[in-house]
């Protein structure tokens, strides 16, 4: 069994930072985080293969948003720059063995999520 524990939401104004953490108990597996705004469906945000080798990434938040891990500490983090009022979101790590990074269906552990305020 894998526990996923995200942290790093709050609450900022456009044009600013945050990164958001998830630390997992148990094996690597590919990464990814998702996000779901109020009223809208769970969408993909991005992800990160288990070395690290390969990276994806939502075209709305490409750019902007890195994605990365620290197999050492068994940690992903997602840096999330120049942040719109758009990405207010709770976001939600997720891990899995999966060859369809970029959909959440192939993930089998999910976290609590971490909610992302951004105002205008």
């Known amino acids: 069994q894998v526990q996923l524990v995200e942290s790093g939401g709050g609450l900022v104004q456009a044009g600013a930072s945050l990164r958001l953490s998830c630390a997992a108990s148990?094996?690597?597996?590919?990464m990814g985080w998702f996000r779901q705004a109020p009223g809208k469906e769970r969408e993909f945000v991005a992800a990160?293969?288990?070395?690290?080798?390969?990276?994806y990434y939502a075209g709305s938040v490409k750019g902007r948003f890195t994605i990365s891990r620290d197999n050492a500490k068994n940690t992903v983090y997602l840096q999330m720059n120049s942040l719109k009022p758009e990405d207010t979101a709770d976001y939600y790590c997720?891990?899995?063995?999966?060859?369809?990074?970029?959909?959440?269906?192939?993930?089998?552990?999910w976290g609590q999520g971490t909610q992302v305020t951004v105002s205008s």
């Open positions: 148990g094996r690597t597996f590919t």
């Open positions: 997720a891990a899995g063995l999966t060859l369809r990074p970029m959909t959440d269906e192939d993930y089998a552990y």
């Open positions: 990160i293969t288990s070395s690290g080798a390969n990276t």
